[in-house]
């Protein structure tokens, strides 16, 4: 589960949860701000003249917390699970707050 009082509910095991927050933001970038390329990193990007630096720095963390889960040996735990949850929340959030400056409407919907 998620943080207490958390909007969102979160796997317990720390691949899953890696991957589907990292598929989340892909998700929201490409739909909404129209980013490219293969992984979070490069979505980031390409959308970085869109983002505030603050928000850019913190979905980065997450983009390189799933990839060492992925690929580097040994490395087989989120190390602060509430704060990789946290900043999830956080740039999901913002992510949010600036496409209903846009006139969008809210598509977050991890579970």
């Known amino acids: 589960m998620g943080l207490s009082g958390s909007k969102y509910s979160h796997s317990s095991n720390d691949y899953e949860l890696a991957i589907k927050i990292s598929k989340e933001l892909e998700f929201i970038l490409v739909s909404q701000f129209h980013s490219t390329g293969r992984g979070l990193h490069e979505h980031i990007t390409s959308t970085s003249h869109q983002l505030p630096n603050h928000l850019i720095k913190?979905?980065?963390?997450?983009?390189?917390?799933?990839?060492?889960?992925i690929h580097e040996r040994g490395?087989?735990?989120?190390?602060?699970?509430?704060?990789?949850?946290?900043?999830?929340?956080q740039s999901a959030e913002e992510l949010d707050g600036i496409i209903q400056s846009r006139g969008g409407q809210s598509i977050c919907i991890i579970q």
């Open 58 to 69: 913190q979905m980065r963390y997450l983009a390189t917390i799933r990839n060492k889960l």
């Open 75 to 89: 490395f087989d735990t989120i190390p602060d699970r509430n704060e990789f949850i946290a900043k999830f929340e």
